[in-house]
């Protein structure tokens, strides 16, 4: 079978020359040289701090991981309110229980996103507020 060009009347190339047209070489840019001296833009700072927590992924966690770590929050200010109570009983409140009853309350502010549990959230922080305050007199 013959294979002929394109207006029919000559032959085609053979199957094993290649096809380069005018004598035009591959070239690799130069490395060598300086790279361009255009401005570098400093980066822009992220909106807020709802925006670096978002991104850390702190503000992205779901609702179950929120919910689990609000409820170990709660369990521990209980646990530090059941310890004040022991130690006004026993006449020995040392400043340890108080310290942790500070680190409870803060604890407690962030939401889990559930509703009912943000609400008795809520109560366990303002009772531990309310011995906070009553601790501060002695």
């Known amino acids: 079978m013959r294979i002929y060009g394109p207006h029919g009347t000559t032959p085609a190339a053979a199957p094993g020359a290649s096809r380069r047209s005018g004598g035009a070489t591959f070239t690799l840019?130069?490395?060598?040289?300086?790279?361009?001296?255009?401005?570098?833009?400093?980066p822009r700072a992220a909106?807020?701090?709802?925006?670096?927590?978002?991104?850390?992924?702190?503000?992205?966690?779901?609702?179950?991981?929120?919910?689990?770590?609000?409820?170990?929050?709660?369990?521990?200010?209980?646990?530090?309110?059941?310890?004040?109570?022991l130690g006004l009983l026993s006449g020995s409140l040392d400043s340890a229980t108080v310290s942790r009853l500070k680190t409870a309350a803060t604890d407690l502010k962030a939401a889990s996103g559930d509703p009912g549990l943000?609400?008795?959230?809520?109560?366990?922080?303002?009772?531990?507020?309310?011995?906070?305050?009553?601790?501060?007199?002695?």
């Open 29 to 42: 840019p130069d490395m060598t040289a300086a790279p361009d001296s255009k401005a570098t833009l400093a």
């Open 118 to 138: 943000d609400a008795v959230l809520a109560e366990i922080e303002l009772r531990v507020e309310v011995e906070l305050a009553k601790a501060a007199r002695f």
């Open 47 to 85: 909106g807020g701090i709802e925006t670096l927590l978002a991104l850390q992924g702190i503000g992205g966690e779901d609702a179950a991981e929120r919910r689990r770590r609000s409820v170990r929050h709660g369990r521990s200010a209980l646990d530090a309110l059941d310890d004040l109570k």
